[in-house]
Nanobody, 126 residues
Framework: QVRLEESGGGLVQAGDSLSLSCSAS????????MGWFRQTPGKEREFVAG????????DYADAVKGRFTISRDNTESMVYLQMNSLKPEDTAVYYC???????????????????WGQGTQVTVSS
């Protein structure tokens, strides 16, 4: 059973940068699509970024495009999210996700990912 664990969240000011990490244990992730979602109270979980098994293709939500970068290191079973130029509206709990089923494109629907971490809080003050 694969387990995902996020780290790197915290409190920053608008304009700052923050890097999130996701460590996978219990099995290899090298053939699976990985991604990040986020959620704020009272709202649905929303897609932030995704990356294919070999890192050859990435996708981002329009709200973070140009500011966030997703990457992965399959040898270390790690996925990263570099967040630059943070805004108060980026405040949320960020979740690392994994999809084992083969997908033609990077899924952006939460239910399309079978594995979720516990989440890490990111708070951006104005």
């Amino acid at each position: 059973q694969v387990r995902l664990e996020e780290s790197g969240g915290g409190l920053v000011q608008a304009g700052d940068s923050l890097s999130l990490s996701c460590s996978a244990s219990g099995g290899p992730i090298s053939t699976f699509t990985m991604g990040w979602f986020r959620q704020t109270p009272g709202k649905e979980r929303e897609f932030v970024a995704g990356i294919t098994w070999n890192g050859g293709w990435t996708d981002y939500a329009d709200a973070v495009k140009g500011r966030f970068t997703i990457s992965r290191d399959n040898t270390e079973s790690m996925v990263y999210l570099q967040m630059n130029s943070l805004k108060p509206e980026d405040t949320a709990v960020y979740y690392c996700v994994m999809r084992r089923q083969v997908a033609v494109t990077i899924p952006i629907i939460a239910n399309d990912y079978e594995y979720w971490g516990q989440g890490t809080q990111v708070t951006v003050s104005s």
